[in-house]
């Protein structure tokens, strides 16, 4: 694939850039360090998903690859960065890697995500994917541990009992397999209020956000979970999942439920949509919630991890 390409690209050609330049620490921002490094050397491990759901992350060969390297990469490493404290149990579990060894540094939130107050910029963007409604939010790829069925079974589930008139808004890709991109075909075909935009420009993710009623993230896991940042930032309530790094990323300022029970799910999003005060409450905890969680902040936390690493 274009991925093992691309690494082994990196594994070939940086070492010798490194050389070249003098580096004193590299940083690989994505799991997996150039093994021939010639430098003292940091690794951010990502996610950790092809670890905790392997038989979701296919074919074999792939995953064998990538987890052999970040297994080897995180070994090596001088210093690694985790996304969130769960995530960093993760690679403590399943990597070998001992905690006095690990720094967990947040991601921050581009500043763009903010309440959209000019209804006829939400407008529009509702015109343009064909969002004639009140609608349910999911930002979310078209893979297995972002849990869509369970949400689609959780829209479902409000459409019987409480006949809710919203529709279901989901963003994001059609799958990295033909499976997923069949699955979705046949699902958008069984539920004519469910709206599949595909992947949106960046710059209509907060006026979508922030038309939406609810924002729904209910994955089996997550190392951190940007969207619920995007979400609470532009002033909408969350309901995600009470597993993994979701409850460590929304605090108190989101509603938390078992992602393997839909009516669970949908129970939630109910209250959300039903019981103002609540809903009030939660998009204010939101708004601030997402103040502890900036660029700025990781850009100082991670140069004092390569402080460390040069000065060690």
Known sequence: SSRIKRILYE?????????HYRIDVFHSPNNVLPLGIPCKSVVT??????????????????????????????????????????????????LGVPESKVAVIYHGLDES??????????ESCKAKYGINNDY???????????????LIKAFDYLRQKYRIPHKLVIVGNTGFSKEREVWLQEIKGKYPDLIHTGYVDYKELPALYSGASVFVLPSY??????P?????????????SNIFAMPEVVGDAGLKVNPYD??????????????????EEFIKRGLERVKAFTWEKAAKEALAVYEEVYRS
């Open 113 to 122: 995500f903010r309440p959209v107050k000019d209804s006829n910029i939400i």
């Open 45 to 94: 491990i990502q996610y950790m998903f092809s670890f905790i759901m392997p038989k979701d992350y296919a074919p074999f060969y792939r995953r064998w690859y990538f987890n052999t390297l970040t297994r080897v990469s995180a070994r090596k490493a001088d210093k690694v960065i985790s996304v969130s404290q769960d995530n960093m149990r993760q690679i403590i579990r399943y």
């Open 262 to 279: 839909f009516k669970e799910i949908g129970d939630a999003v109910y209250k959300l949509l039903t019981n103002n005060a609540l809903r």
């Open 228 to 240: 619920l940042l995007e979400a609470m930032a532009c002033g909408v309530p969350v309901v995600t």
């Open 11 to 19: 594994q070939s050609s940086l070492p010798k850039l490194i050389k």
């Open 136 to 150: 349910i939010l999911c930002v979310a790829n078209n893979v297995l541990n972002k849990n869509l069925e369970g």
């Open 221 to 226: 896991c997550e190392s951190f979970g940007i």
